[in-house]
């Protein structure tokens, strides 16, 4: 264990053998580090947070301090971090309100600034670029990527594999394996090069573009066009994962504008005239 001597470690942290802490980090009574973590300068974590093992965590980065709620009050809650993650420079994560944990999954990559309000649930695999802004309670599941400066308001969901653009926003869900722009967020096309890496079968992909096809330009409304959806296309996971995500949606989920470029099928967007398609709910 290597731990800078300038660093304030409280009694009843638990810090593995093969950890490290660099000079002027803060770590409470509650904390965890899991081995071959390295926690850098200035960073602080408090709550009751477990950080899981080979973790980098960069300067100024605080995790665990109490949520941005007025709600709150002094609730023993916390932060948990999986395996493999890097967090970089000044990133928050706040603790849970009332109880339970804010969490992030294995092997994420927070860039500079991003902020993680309190109960948010972020799955594995997932990046968020630089200033990347969650409320409090927002899911993102797993290998979503964010670039810059997003902004996402409490309690929505994102789905699997979406990728967002920078500076978008939203107050309504975004769906699972597309491509999201703009403020409000609507959906642009499929995420075909991330859909590629998660090596997801080609002819899954092509069921999950011919099942937005018939969500976003079938002009059916959401109950006919999901019943229709489960009637004619192969149920593979994730052509159910897509129905069950607009059908437990609590917000309502983003519309959809779709690109008619003349890349429109090598980029996997829903060639068709441009249209939008209102708030699917």
Same mark, same amino acid.
């Given at each position: 264990?290597?731990?800078?001597?300038?660093?304030?470690? %409280?009694?009843?942290? /638990?810090?593995?053998?093969?950890? %490290?802490?660099?000079?002027?980090?803060?770590?409470?009574?509650?904390?965890?580090?899991?081995?071959?973590?390295?926690?850098?300068?200035?960073?602080?974590?408090?709550?009751? +947070?477990?950080?899981?093992?080979?973790?980098?965590?960069?300067?100024? +980065?605080?995790?665990? $301090?109490?949520? /941005?709620? $007025?709600s709150y009050n002094g609730e023993p809650t916390g932060v948990k971090m999986g395996n493999r993650c890097t967090v970089r420079e000044y990133v928050t994560i706040h603790r849970a309100t009332k109880e339970g944990f804010t969490t992030v999954g294995d092997d994420c990559f927070l860039m500079a600034y991003v902020h993680l309000a309190h109960n948010c649930q972020i799955g594995k695999g997932v990046i968020m670029a630089n200033a990347s802004s969650l409320a409090g309670y927002v899911t993102i599941d797993d290998y979503t990527v964010t670039s810059g400066f997003i902004i996402m308001h409490q309690h929505l969901r994102i789905g699997r594999f979406c990728m967002l653009s920078g500076m978008t926003g939203s107050r309504l869900d975004l769906p699972p394996f597309t491509m999201l722009d703009g403020r409000p967020a609507m959906v642009r096309g499929l995420n075909a090069l991330g859909l590629k890496r998660g090596k997801i079968p080609p002819e899954v992909r092509s069921a999950i573009k011919e099942a937005y096809r018939i969500i976003y330009r079938s002009g059916l409304n959401i109950t006919n066009a999901l019943a229709r959806v489960e009637e004619e296309i192969e149920p593979y996971p994730e052509i159910k994962e897509i129905i069950n995500f607009f059908r437990t949606s609590k917000r309502g989920v983003a519309a959809g504008f779709l690109d008619d470029s003349e890349y429109a099928?090598?980029?996997? +967007? $829903? %060639?068709?005239?441009?249209?939008?398609?209102?708030?699917? %709910?």
């Open positions: 264990m290597t731990i800078h001597p300038t660093a304030i470690i %409280s009694d009843g942290a /638990q810090i593995h053998e093969t950890a %490290s802490i660099g000079p002027g980090a803060i770590i409470g009574p509650n904390v965890k580090i899991g081995k071959g973590t390295k926690i850098g300068p200035y960073v602080i974590i408090d709550g009751i +947070t477990e950080i899981g093992e080979d973790c980098n965590i960069f300067v100024g +980065t605080t995790i665990g $301090l109490e949520p /941005q709620d $007025l099928e090598e980029a996997g +967007t $829903l %060639s068709g005239p441009r249209r939008d398609y209102g708030v699917m %709910s």
